[in-house]
């Protein structure tokens, strides 16, 4: 496991040099979730249900039943890598499992703990209490179970599956040096586009454990895949065999140590436990899931339970893969973004080679799904017969044989995600990094749109996932109109910057300023409303397609995530959407903004932008994960898993401050009864600001320049003076409704209202 990031350490310098000096780990427990009865939804292709903890590659499930205890093992880098659709994806390296009396007659209870990012559960008696204490290292590739019993007591210790698995892999198990070992492998197939294997190791020779009154004992399991090291089976082997003692002791030590410095990149506080609980939750799932230096987990996170994940797990690219990190931008977790590029930037070879033969274009045009290291998840199956079976057409290399459902925009969607992390710190060297990509992106749209009556275009283009040729005839699919700009202003805005492709630039402004308007059209009672496309066929004079409403596939094309437009750079346009936002049903029993089969992290956080009201977005949002979470506090949706835990952090960031429109905003769309603080949210220009409202007053903001570029920010206190005071002693008014003012790279701000 790569040690800690050194995005996390400059990050933590900062707080530490700040005023605000409290630890934040050692309040983050106070978050737990709590489980008073076994786990139902365990094993299972989507989420479970269960206590989780990880370290962003390996994850951790703790499933209690008539069984026992059973935790299974996910790892970011096991896959079954067929292309074929549903045949390859993520896959589940095995399972340990602990029988006893006790445990499967007890009673249970258990907490999941943010701070110290561990599981405790106790199994009760009338006689006995047995504890476990189970986490997973964070700078290391074990998982560690502490033991306790009040009296004697009796476990039984082994690997699960026992046997071959399913879907042609090879289990071996055995015992070495008092320690026992399970190895998975997918090899051999001429179909698979690399061997996997994985090896899980304990520092105990299975069949019965005896506990000791008053005595501990600590099982570790050492894991590691073929992706960590050629010496997959000895490393595994070689580092339980040195853990026979079981003191875990410095490991531990690392292990907190992590995680205090995460929670201390940045915190809020809104006067709402219970919603602060799911804020900071999500963030703790979600570290648990991804990590720098390690393989992006895919749909279901690091926590596999099961073979045949839903969809198979893979990177879903129409807004799956990007949304569980859209929280982590404002929240100051680069770290935890990482590892989202490469996937991406290792497709690069084939969506140029898709572009160009099924498109005749340059450029990058990508399937709707891909998995790690250049695999295609998302292939039709590898047969016509099978073909035939499961889709009831002959030809498995429609499309050339991937899935694309009609839809141009998977790349730049990809690119999103990229575009966050570059605004939020502008960062040269990552600029360099995604330039290619985003490059690719935009000259797949200068071949690709079409210039009628002065307008570029986007034909046969899909809205929604169609099937080829259903409705590949879409004109100006709203979610491409808004990527397309997105794309563009990046493209401008990184080869300024690197200085370099001057002479592609006339060429990127000429769309921009040519690009077609987003679609809107009369609803039956006269108001303006979004459509979902300008028209259904590229000859059509005028459009025939009725408004369809503000929706989250609109939201992706200009709010969530592609910051073209708001209130300030396009209020009449966020007009017609908040109008249409007004018209979601808000009665007992409703769905608001359609969000409980997707969506949940997009249309909270949209409503923020747009400034709809504060109170009533709190208030939908708590209804929405009252109707749909587990006890774990994973908001649970139709189609995604880890997606949904950025729907509370972005949410409420974007009401405490907003800066996807060049401006900072303080306080923009948040109740003025309710007190409220945050502290080093993350704004794009590369500031870390910090700031709170005490009855109904914005107080002074604290604001520390990364690259110092000039901040341009809305005025705090209308009417007033704003009074800008350098770290150098400098001082500036400023009047008005917005003010633009110089920073000094490292530099401190504080920005008060001047009586």
Same mark, same amino acid.
């Given at each position: 496991?790569?040690?800690?990031?050194?995005?996390?350490?400059? +990050?933590?310098?900062?707080?530490?040099?700040?005023?605000?000096?409290?630890?934040?780990?050692?309040? $983050?427990?106070?978050?737990?979730?709590?489980?008073?009865?076994?786990?139902?939804?365990?094993? *299972?292709?989507? *989420?479970?249900?269960?206590?989780?903890?990880?370290? %962003?590659?390996?994850?951790?499930?703790?499933?209690?039943?008539?069984?026992?205890? *059973?935790?299974?093992?996910?790892?970011?880098?096991?896959?079954?890598?067929?292309?074929?659709?549903?045949? #390859?994806?993520?896959?589940?390296?095995?399972?340990?499992?602990?029988?006893?009396?006790? &445990?499967?007659?007890?009673?249970?209870?258990?907490?999941?703990?943010?701070?110290?990012?561990?599981?405790?559960?106790?199994?009760?008696?009338?006689?006995?209490?047995?504890?476990?204490?189970?986490?997973?290292?964070? *700078?290391?590739?074990?998982?560690?179970?502490?033991?306790?019993?009040?009296?004697?007591?009796?476990?039984?210790?082994?690997? @699960?599956?026992? !046997?071959?698995?399913?879907?042609?892999?090879?289990?071996?198990?055995?015992?070495?040096?008092?320690?026992?070992?399970?190895?998975?492998?997918?090899?051999?197939?001429? =179909?698979?586009?690399?061997?996997?294997?994985?090896?899980?190791?304990?520092?105990?020779?299975? %069949?019965?454990?005896?506990?000791?009154?008053?005595?501990?004992?600590? /099982?570790?399991?050492?894991?590691?895949?073929?992706?960590?090291?050629?010496?997959?089976?000895?490393?595994?082997?070689?580092?339980?065999?040195?853990?026979?003692?079981?003191?875990? !002791?410095?490991?531990?030590?690392?292990?907190?140590?992590?995680?205090?410095?995460?929670?201390?990149?940045?915190?809020?506080?809104?006067?709402?436990?219970?919603?602060?609980?799911?804020?900071?939750?999500?963030?703790?799932?979600?570290?648990?899931?991804? =990590?720098?230096?390690?393989?992006?987990?895919?749909?279901?996170?690091?926590?596999?339970?099961?073979?045949?994940?839903?969809?198979?797990?893979?990177?879903?690219?129409?807004?799956?893969?990007?949304?569980?990190?859209? %929280?982590?931008?404002?929240?100051?977790?680069?770290?935890?973004?990482?590892?989202?590029?490469?996937? /991406?930037?290792?497709?690069?070879?084939?969506?140029?080679?898709?572009?160009?033969? /099924?498109?005749?274009?340059?450029?990058?045009?990508?399937?709707?799904?891909?998995?790690?290291?250049?695999?295609?998840?998302?292939?039709?199956?590898? +047969?016509?017969?099978?073909? $035939?079976?499961?889709?009831?057409?002959?030809?498995?290399?429609?499309?050339?044989?991937? $899935?694309?459902?009609?839809?141009?925009?998977?790349?730049?969607?990809?690119?999103?995600?990229?575009?966050?992390?570059?605004?939020?710190?502008?960062?040269?060297?990552?600029?360099?990094?995604?330039?290619?990509?985003?490059?690719?992106?935009?000259?797949?749209?200068?071949?690709?749109?079409?210039?009628?009556?002065?307008?570029?275009?986007?034909?046969?283009?899909?809205?929604?996932?169609?099937?080829?040729?259903?409705?590949?005839?879409?004109?100006?699919?709203?979610?491409?109109?808004?990527?397309?700009?997105?794309?563009? !202003?990046?493209? @401008?805005?990184?080869?300024?910057?690197?200085?370099?492709?001057?002479?592609?630039?006339?060429?990127?402004?000429?769309?921009?300023?040519?690009?077609?308007?987003?679609?809107?059209?009369?609803?039956?009672?006269?108001?303006?409303?979004?459509?979902?496309?300008?028209?259904?066929?590229?000859?059509?004079?005028?459009?025939?397609?009725?408004?369809? %409403?503000?929706?989250?596939?609109?939201?992706?094309?200009?709010?969530?995530?592609?910051?073209?437009?708001?209130?300030?750079?396009?209020?009449?346009?966020?007009? &017609?959407?908040?109008?249409? $936002?007004?018209?979601?049903?808000?009665?007992?029993?409703?769905?608001? #903004?359609?969000?409980?089969?997707?969506?949940?992290?997009?249309?909270?956080?949209?409503?923020?932008?747009?400034?709809?009201?504060?109170?009533?977005?709190?208030?939908?949002?708590?209804?929405?994960?009252?109707?749909?979470?587990?006890?774990?506090?994973?908001?649970?949706?139709?189609?995604?898993?880890?997606?949904?835990?950025?729907?509370?952090?972005?949410?409420?960031?974007?009401?405490?401050?907003?800066?996807?429109?060049?401006?900072?905003?303080?306080?923009?769309?948040?109740?003025?009864?309710?007190?409220?603080?945050?502290?080093?949210?993350?704004?794009?220009?590369?500031?870390?600001?910090?700031?709170?409202?005490?009855?109904?007053?914005?107080?002074?903001?604290?604001?520390?320049?990364?690259?110092?570029?000039?901040?341009?920010?809305?005025?705090?206190?209308?009417?007033?003076?704003?009074?800008?005071?350098?770290?150098?002693?400098?001082?500036?008014?400023?009047?008005?409704?917005?003010?633009?003012?110089?920073?000094?790279?490292?530099?401190?701000?504080?920005?008060?209202?001047?009586?």
């Amino acid at each position: 496991m790569k040690r800690i990031s050194p995005v996390i350490i400059a +990050t933590v310098v900062l707080c530490c040099c700040s005023c605000h000096k409290e630890n934040m780990a050692d309040k $983050m427990d106070v978050y737990k979730a709590r489980f008073s009865e076994w786990p139902a939804n365990v094993p *299972t292709s989507k *989420t479970p249900d269960a206590p989780l903890a990880g370290n %962003g590659d390996i994850g951790l499930t703790m499933n209690t039943s008539v069984d026992g205890i *059973t935790f299974f093992i996910g790892k970011n880098d096991f896959w079954r890598a067929l292309q074929s659709y549903p045949e #390859g994806g993520v896959a589940l390296p095995g399972a340990l499992v602990l029988k006893s009396d006790i &445990i499967s007659s007890g009673g249970y209870c258990a907490e999941q703990l943010p701070g110290s990012a561990e599981i405790r559960a106790s199994y009760t008696s009338a006689v006995n209490r047995l504890n476990v204490t189970a986490w997973v290292a964070a *700078t290391d590739n074990k998982v560690v179970i502490e033991l306790e019993a009040d009296k004697e007591t009796d476990l039984d210790i082994s690997f @699960l599956p026992t !046997r071959d698995g399913p879907l042609g892999s090879v289990i071996e198990q055995g015992t070495d040096g008092g320690c026992s070992w399970m190895t998975r492998s997918f090899c051999g197939d001429p =179909r698979l586009q690399w061997e996997s294997h994985v090896a899980l190791a304990l520092n105990h020779a299975g %069949g019965t454990l005896v506990l000791k009154p008053g005595r501990k004992e600590t /099982l570790v399991l050492s894991v590691y895949t073929n992706m960590d090291t050629p010496e997959w089976k000895e490393k595994a082997l070689r580092e339980t065999l040195a853990c026979k003692g079981g003191d875990m !002791r410095s490991l531990k030590k690392e292990h907190r140590v992590w995680w205090s410095e995460f929670w201390n990149l940045s915190h809020v506080s809104i006067g709402d436990e219970w919603l602060e609980r799911y804020y900071y939750q999500s963030q703790y799932l979600l570290a648990c899931s991804s =990590r720098a230096g390690k393989v992006a987990p895919g749909l279901w996170g690091s926590f596999i339970c099961d073979d045949e994940t839903a969809w198979a797990g893979d990177y879903h690219l129409n807004y799956n893969f990007q949304s569980p990190y859209w %929280g982590c931008y404002s929240s100051n977790q680069i770290c935890l973004t990482e590892n989202y590029d490469r996937p /991406l930037l290792d497709y690069m070879e084939k969506g140029r080679a898709y572009a160009r033969e /099924l498109l005749g274009c340059r450029g990058l045009y990508y399937p709707v799904g891909i998995g790690p290291f250049g695999l295609s998840s998302a292939a039709w199956p590898d +047969t016509d017969e099978k073909m $035939m079976e499961m889709y009831g057409h002959p030809d498995h290399m429609l499309d050339g044989g991937n $899935m694309f459902w009609g839809q141009k925009s998977n790349a730049s969607f990809g690119a999103v995600n990229m575009m966050m992390r570059f605004y939020a710190t502008w960062d040269e060297e990552y600029a360099r990094l995604i330039y290619p990509y985003i490059l690719g992106c935009a000259e797949f749209w200068q071949d690709y749109l079409v210039k009628r009556d002065g307008k570029y275009e986007s034909v046969n283009d899909c809205f929604n996932e169609e099937w080829p040729g259903d409705d590949a005839s879409d004109v100006n699919p709203m979610c491409s109109l808004g990527l397309v700009r997105m794309v563009m !202003r990046g493209a @401008l805005d990184i080869s300024e910057m690197l200085g370099v492709d001057a002479d592609r630039r006339d060429a990127w402004n000429d769309i921009l300023s040519n690009l077609s308007d987003f679609p809107v059209g009369l609803t039956e009672d006269g108001r303006l409303s979004l459509k979902r496309i300008d028209r259904e066929r590229v000859d059509a004079e005028s459009s025939d397609t009725a408004p369809s %409403g503000l929706n989250r596939i609109h939201m992706h094309g200009v709010l969530i995530p592609p910051m073209v437009c708001g209130p300030l750079t396009n209020p009449e346009f966020s007009r &017609i959407m908040l109008d249409d $936002m007004e018209q979601w049903k808000e009665t007992d029993g409703s769905d608001w #903004g359609n969000s409980m089969g997707n969506g949940v992290e997009t249309v909270y956080a949209g409503a923020a932008r747009l400034e709809y009201d504060p109170e009533r977005i709190m208030s939908y949002l708590k209804d929405r994960i009252r109707r749909g979470s587990y006890p774990n506090c994973y908001i649970v949706a139709d189609g995604g898993g880890i997606e949904t835990l950025a729907a509370v952090p972005f949410t409420i960031n974007e009401m405490l401050m907003q800066s996807f429109e060049g401006t900072l905003r303080i306080f923009p769309c948040w109740p003025r009864s309710r007190d409220a603080s945050f502290h080093h949210l993350r704004a794009n220009g590369a500031f870390l600001v910090s700031s709170s409202i005490k009855e109904g007053k914005i107080q002074d903001v604290e604001l520390f320049s990364e690259q110092g570029l000039p901040c341009r920010m809305e005025n705090p206190w209308p009417e007033k003076t704003m009074l800008v005071c350098h770290s150098n002693g400098d001082k500036e008014e400023c009047q008005g409704p917005f003010a633009v003012f110089g920073t000094e790279k490292g530099g401190k701000i504080t920005i008060s209202c001047k009586d």
